[in-house]
């Protein structure tokens, strides 16, 4: 990242610092130099997981576009350097870097659609087809070998919005039918067609 970008608009957050809290005004978007963020929303008393944020990555624009509240909180999960910036040093950064407003579009497009995904997720009552489409959902193909689904099952209890014991309780169910290997920190999804069944109607 650019030095000057860092003296100017850098701030350093330690880990389990709140960078800001849902409902509060959005005034400043953040740009992740290092460190990770997770970006959480209480819904039904439960906290859950929207998404963990890494370097390179943006957050909070939408209250500084739109005038909105904050959606959600952002939590610093490590130690945190980011650019922070109000809405004239965002349209300063686009002006001065065009390539950082094509790839703000983008992430903004990208946002939009896991948005959706991932409340389309969280709609699904059942535990345990929860965390059958979220394993679906989150799986990346692999060049050899069955899809992997890149994360812990704690992680997966955050995103999914369920206590853990009833993702242990369903990946257990599935490891013992041969349809997914459990990793401390990822999912091998070994039968792919026969998690898809338990979606359809009646699966």
Known sequence: MNP???EKFGRVFKE?????CEFEEGKNCYVIHEGQVAITKVSEGVEKTLAIL????????????????????????????????????L????KAQPAFAARL?????????????HLAN???????????????????????GPPLVPL???????FAGLELPEVTRALKEFSELSRVKIYQDHIELTD???????????G
């Open 4 to 6: 000057v970008l860092l």
């Open 16 to 20: 389990g610092d709140v960078i800001f």
């Open 54 to 89: 890494k370097p390179g990555d943006i957050f909070g624009e939408m209250g500084v576009l739109e005038h909105k509240p904050r959606t959600a909180t952002a939590l610093a999960m490590t130690e945190v350097t980011v650019l922070e910036l109000d809405l004239a040093g």
């Open 91 to 94: 349209k300063a950064l686009v």
């Open 105 to 117: 579009g983008r992430i903004l497009s990208h946002r939009i659609v896991q948005s959706y995904r």
């Open 122 to 144: 969280l709609s699904i009552e059942n535990p345990r087809l929860r965390v059958v489409d979220m394993l679906l959902w989150k799986a990346v193909e692999q060049e050899t």
């Open 152 to 158: 812990s099952p704690e992680e997966i209890a955050e």
């Open 192 to 202: 792919v067609r026969s998690l898809k069944r338990l979606l359809r109607p009646g």
